[in-house]
């Protein structure tokens, strides 16, 4: 298991951890199919009214997508099998709210993750970026999904300037990716106080509240994830290009 998931009960709140320090959390086939599972299985789970995740370790929340997944794609512009698509909570209908507490490095595909949560919480050390452009890849879904939350500018910066360039955590809350900056180490603590305040609400009124915040911007959303495919089919550099990319730039999730 590459995820570790605890629940209390007494507080209603669960814990959902990214469990692949060595791999600075990055997130492989079998790692997104447990997370599907976890979203999906606290939908019928009325003793868990609030989820908090986080990645293992003090390096990285996630890198993303683990490099080295193997995913294989139809031969079609058409048709894009993204292995991330359905590893956040809103994709599986959960309407539970979900806090983000990072420590570390959040880039590329952790974007699905920060993107479909309530909001984030983060250590003083926390780092923000996209590598896609760097590697031949376009940020289509990331950069989707970073426009609900930060200005334009902002995210386009981050989505084309690579790895050329983090963002820190004062500069996430500036922006508003980020709700709150802990202590150093207190990051999870401070999500996990905050969820279980929220969980002491009616959880009718709690979830409604959060089908009410998604829905005002659902609409643009939809429509930036529609197109998505399509752009990454055109734009995204060979497979043989990337590799050499790379090999020359160093290792990355996306």
Same mark, same amino acid.
């Given at each position: 298991? *590459?995820?570790?998931v605890t629940?209390n009960?007494?507080?209603g709140?669960?814990?959902? *951890? ?5 791999? =600075?959390?990055?997130?492989d086939v079998?790692t997104?199919a447990e997370?599907t599972? +976890?979203? /999906?299985?606290?939908?019928?789970? &009325?003793?868990v ?7 293992? !370790? ?5 890198? !993303?997508?683990d490099r &080295?997944? /193997?995913v294989?794609q139809?031969?079609s ?8 698509i359905?590893?956040?909570p ?15 490095? #959040?880039?590329?595909g952790?974007?699905?993750l920060?993107? %479909?949560s ?5 250590d003083?050390?926390?780092t ?6 760097t590697?031949?890849m ?6 989707? =999904?970073m426009?609900q939350?930060m200005?334009?500018g902002e995210? #386009? ?6 790895? +050329?360039?983090r ?5 996430a809350?500036? *922006?508003? =990716? ?6 150093? !180490? ?5 999500? =996990? ?7 002491g ?5 709690v979830q409604g *509240? ?6 005002a911007? %659902? ?11 399509h752009?990454?089919s055109l734009g995204?550099a060979?497979d043989?290009? /990337? ?12």
């Amino acid at each position: 298991m *590459t995820l570790t998931v605890t629940s209390n009960k007494s507080t209603g709140v669960a814990t959902i *951890t990214l469990n692949r320090p060595s791999k =600075l959390n990055a997130i492989d086939v079998p790692t997104a199919a447990e997370l599907t599972s +976890a979203w /999906q299985e606290f939908r019928f789970d &009325d003793t868990v009214r609030a989820v908090v995740l986080t990645g293992a !370790g003090d390096r990285a929340f996630s890198t !993303g997508l683990d490099r &080295d997944a /193997q995913v294989p794609q139809p031969n079609s512009p058409y048709m894009v099998d993204d292995p991330l698509i359905a590893i956040g909570p809103k994709s599986n209908s959960l309407w539970k709210p979900v806090i983000s507490a990072v420590t570390g490095m #959040a880039c590329g595909g952790a974007f699905y993750l920060l993107g %479909e949560s309530e909001f984030v919480v983060a250590d003083p050390t926390a780092t923000f970026f996209d590598p896609h452009t760097t590697y031949g890849m376009v940020s289509a879904y990331e950069t989707a =999904l970073m426009a609900q939350r930060m200005p334009y500018g902002e995210v #386009a910066r981050m989505a084309l300037v690579g790895t +050329a360039e983090r963002m820190s955590a004062k500069r996430a809350y500036e *922006t508003g =990716l980020v709700s709150e900056i802990t202590a150093p !180490g207190k990051a999870l603590a401070s999500a =996990l106080r905050t969820a279980e305040v929220i969980a002491g609400y009616p959880p009718e009124a709690v979830q409604g *509240t959060v089908r009410a915040c998604w829905a005002a911007t %659902e609409a643009a959303r939809s429509h930036a994830l529609a197109v998505a495919p399509h752009l990454v089919s055109l734009g995204n550099a060979s497979d043989e290009r /990337q590799a050499e990319l790379f090999k020359g730039r160093g290792r990355g999730g996306s």
